[in-house]
């Protein structure tokens, strides 16, 4: 993957920005070292946060649960992470995270919120076609056992064994009309199915298992989440 090309297409599409830096003249303008990071709020019973990073805040509006910023620059560095609910002074959490220049990273928030952590994952996929897609899953609900994923009614996963805080690969798709999948690893019981996607070529995707298996309704229930996290122009 090309990192410039990829995350400077995915900050056109983002309409968050973190740092002050100015990029009107990328083509002809070195770029500073930087790392670049998306957030993902899974934690499913934490307050409305505000995000803050070595002290500066980084989300403009306050954070809620399957939220998220899209990728935007950070200064790479030993950077301390700080979670907070909207305008209080205490932490709900706070993690020393290292970031490293021209890298690029998925931060997800997870767990309920008495035992709240955060998950820093480098991202790294290969450039898309117009032929392919391609999609990795992210299981981030604390109650729910492994489970595996399916493409339409093919009988073999996609992806076995995912178990909670697990990040997998990312694995190339055929774009078009795909349902998705979510069974149980112990009981082969379909736990959760998308509706028929339209998957595109020249996208990467994020598939995200959050929520908690022992809701049975309202937001907090077991679902799934597609991102987008990267397209190809």
């Known amino acids: 993957m090309r990192i410039t090309k990829a995350i400077l297409s995915a900050l056109a599409v983002s309409s968050t920005v973190l740092m002050s830096s100015c990029f ?16 993902y709020q899974g934690s499913p019973d934490a307050p409305a946060m505000d995000i803050f990073a070595n002290a500066n805040r980084v989300n ?29 002074a205490s932490s709900l959490l ?4 290292e970031l490293k220049a021209d ?3 998925s931060l997800f928030v997870i767990n309920e919120s008495a035992a709240m952590d955060a998950l820093l994952v480098k991202d790294e996929w290969e450039e898309p ?11 981030l609900s604390p109650d729910t056992e492994s489970v595996d994923l399916f493409l339409n009614e093919e009988s073999t996963p996609l992806l ?14 055929t774009p078009g009309n795909t349902v998705l999948k979510i069974r149980s690893s112990q009981t082969g019981e379909t736990l959760l199915t998308s509706g028929t996607l339209d998957l595109k070529g020249n996208r990467v995707y994020t598939l995200v298992v959050r929520g908690l298996g022992r809701e049975t309704s309202g937001p907090k ?4 989440q597609l991102i987008t996290n990267y397209i190809a122009y």
């Not at 649960?65 to 030993?78: A, C, D, H, K, N």
């Not at 706070?94 to 995270?97: A, S």
């Not at 229930?221 to 799934?224: E, S, V």
């Open 221 to 224: 229930k077991l679902d799934i």
């Open 60 to 88: 403009r509006d306050p954070m809620e649960f399957t939220q998220v910023l899209g990728y935007s620059p950070f200064f790479p560095g030993e950077r301390d992470f700080r979670f907070a609910a909207v305008n209080s």
């Open 103 to 105: 890298s690029v990273y």
């Open 129 to 139: 076609t117009p032929t392919q897609a391609q999609l990795r899953l992210v299981h």
């Open 24 to 39: 009107d003249n990328l083509e002809n303008t070195p770029l500073p070292p930087t790392a670049y990071v998306s957030i």
């Open 160 to 173: 076995e064994e995912s178990s909670y805080k697990d990040v997998s690969d990312y694995l190339e798709l």
């Open 94 to 97: 706070e993690k020393e995270l």
